[in-house]
């Protein structure tokens, strides 16, 4: 049975919900502290195992290349200064083994166009699909529960949350069907971003997949779906249809990086982790926030009043 050893990166976005920040500089490299974004995703994908690994570009992406190819005149000079610790890290964004393949989409014609450019590099091989917007944190990264329930039954899996219902909009949001004979439940269909009336669960796809190659043909002969694109949504649906796809619950924490809002609260939660940094973040956000109940409070109030819980 083949081993999942590829992934694909679609990174072609434009980002055009951080402009002007993403102006010149893909939104993947914006930092969570010291870390790009992407390459947390890259380290959730070479943990559970993957060795090659395929980022589908675009025009304004070259950056992405620069930042996991080597580059030895900083090497150098951090190891001139003695600065042997930092040239390590620097040098080890992708270890020894792990291949990185870059493919240019000639033009934004959606995620399920993104990953049928991959399909050269990924041959007859299963694979895992990683979105970078959506940054993971916990002790079981989804990425591995993917691959180890495809090492034990080979097949479609999307890692899935249950959102709540005012939020089923922004989602491809899965059709229920049966639990399976290893209790995991499957996909009878995917419908991209349905109202809150419409959506047949509350039960959401969250940039996740495993797939075989034969998804490849399902997206050669999709046409063009919502926003004139090629949908992937569209093509898990088709398979859904003939009972090739299961979801399997995340057990990690999921942060929206494609919004602002979910970059901050990544970027806030890291700094509460962040062994040099926890502390004094820690003592930084009491603070503002006393701050800011003093001035909601007005003059004279008692600071020692302040609600907590």
């Known amino acids: 049975m083949p081993v999942i050893r590829k992934a694909v990166f679609p990174v072609a976005g434009l980002g055009t919900r951080f402009l002007p ?84 989409q000639p033009e934004p014609k959606g995620l399920g166009d993104a990953v049928l450019c991959a399909a050269p590099a990924i041959g007859d091989a299963p694979f895992a699909v990683l979105l970078a917007d959506d940054l993971m944190k916990g002790a079981l990264l989804p990425t591995a529960q993917l691959v180890a329930a495809y090492d034990r039954a080979p097949g479609t899996y999307l890692s899935v949350i249950e959102v709540a219902q005012e939020d089923v909009r922004k989602y491809g949001i899965v059709r ?21 009336e419409t959506a047949p669960s509350r039960i959401a796809s969250m940039g996740r997949y495993v797939f075989g190659p034969d998804v490849f043909d399902v997206l050669r002969r999709l ?12 093509a898990i649906d088709q398979m859904a249809g003939a009972g090739l796809v299961r979801a399997l619950p995340m057990a990690a924490r999921r942060y929206d990086c494609g919004s602002k809002f979910g970059y901050l609260e990544a970027i806030v939660d890291h700094a509460l982790g962040h062994e040099e940094f926890r502390e004094r973040f820690l003592i930084l956000m009491r603070d503002r926030l006393n701050q800011s109940d003093a001035v909601a409070a007005g003059p004279g109030a008692d600071p020692s009043a302040r609600k907590t819980g």
């Open 223 to 234: 046409g063009p779906g919502a926003g004139g694109e090629i949908q992937l949504a569209d």
């Open 176 to 196: 229920p069907g049966p639990v399976d004979a290893d209790g995991i439940l499957t996909v009878a269909g995917l419908v991209e971003k349905p109202t809150a």
């Open 21 to 104: 920040a993403t102006k010149a500089m893909p939104k993947e490299l914006l930092p969570i502290i010291d870390k790009p974004i992407v390459q947390y995703a890259v380290e959730e994908a070479i943990a559970a195992g993957i060795t090659d690994l395929v980022f589908v570009t675009g025009r304004a992406k070259r950056a992405i290349g620069d930042h996991f190819d080597a580059n030895l005149e900083l090497e150098m000079q951090l190891a001139a200064k003695g600065q042997h610790e930092v040239r390590d890290m620097v040098r080890n964004i992708v270890p020894p083994g792990v291949n990185c393949i870059f493919i240019r």
